[in-house]
């Protein structure tokens, strides 16, 4: 037993999905609160019911779905997760990550996360999107690693390095894709941090996470990145940010999931263009 799984219930998985689908997927990706409108633009697509995977644990969120997703982005072979899963929902972090060592069975070499994230930056909007170039591993402060118990070499080393755990080549790409689309404008890039959630920031929380050096804050992705990274997968991250975090004791404004579903939908088609177009350069 490895981590809470074994190498055998993640190859089972890997198995039963190669044996329905046709699709050998290179790049997965991870679709955040309210993103999963992306795997409705593949073609060619066979969908499977998180319920109905081996080994599959199932989402519990609101505006997440609960799809695996293969089929083609701008005729490139790709896996969508919509909906992912959790530390807050009640699993620990070899649940919340199971799905991406799967994705390392079937193939995968790059995996996109998207996530909707609260603007700790003051020269944020609503509505931009954030490239991450690192993050703050808040749960890893506390102990909670996808990584701790047992090492399984068939995935990775021990001790995996996560100096470069955003490609650089991949952001590049992805602002020469921004450029293209006319997406310039609202394109930042920053450091993402991940709290265990699903309370939101106190006011002395984010101001503790300006001084650090965090520029969004949110309560996913970073676990999945962890794990792609021990697997050798190259990751690129963006966070949508959907709201701007309150810092001022004197301010009524209060952040609140619907508002975040709101501005998701506002910016998806931006952020969706911006992705398929990007499958086409990697």
């Not at 080994?55 to 519990?60: A, E, L, V, W, Y």
């Not at 070499?153 to 991949?170: E, I, K, Q, T, W």
């Not at 949110?218 to 190259?234: D, F, K, N, Q």
């Not at 931006?270 to 992705?275: P, S, Y």
């Amino acid at each position: 037993m490895e981590n809470g799984y074994s190498f055998e219930e993640y190859k089972e998985t890997a198995d039963w999905l190669l044996a329905r689908t046709e699709q050998r997927p290179k790049v997965a990706i991870i679709c955040g609160s309210g993103l999963g409108g992306l795997a409705e633009l593949l073609s060619d697509k066979s969908a499977f019911n998180y319920k109905d995977i081996p080994h599959f644990p199932s989402s519990t969120v609101q505006g997440h779905v609960g799809q695996l997703v293969f089929g083609k982005l701008q005729g490139h072979e790709c896996v969508c997760m919509r909906g992912r899963f959790h530390f807050y929902e009640g699993y620990d972090m070899y649940t919340v990550t199971f799905p991406v060592r799967v994705f390392f069975l079937l193939g995968v070499e790059t995996l996109i996360v998207t996530n909707a994230a609260g603007g700790l930056n003051d020269s944020y909007d609503v509505g931009d999107v954030m490239l991450i170039k690192d993050h703050l591993n808040m749960p890893g402060f506390a102990g909670q690693n996808p990584l701790c118990g047992q090492n399984d070499d068939r995935f990775g080393v021990r001790f995996p390095c996560m100096s470069d755990a955003y490609d650089c080549d991949l952001r590049a790409l992805a602002r020469q894709t921004a450029e293209e689309q006319g997406c310039e404008s609202f394109l930042r890039e920053g450091v993402y941090c991940m709290l265990a959630g699903p309370s939101y920031e106190t006011i002395a929380e984010c101001r503790f996470l300006q001084t650090v050096g965090a520029d969004a804050v949110g309560m996913s992705t970073v676990p999945e990145v962890v794990v792609a990274r021990h697997c050798g997968l190259r990751v690129l991250g963006l966070s949508l940010i959907t709201n701007k975090v309150v810092t001022d004791y004197d301010s009524n404004d209060k952040a609140n999931h619907e508002e975040v579903l709101r501005t998701t939908q506002k910016r998806t088609q931006d952020l969706q263009k911006l992705i398929s177009h990007l499958i086409t350069k990697i």
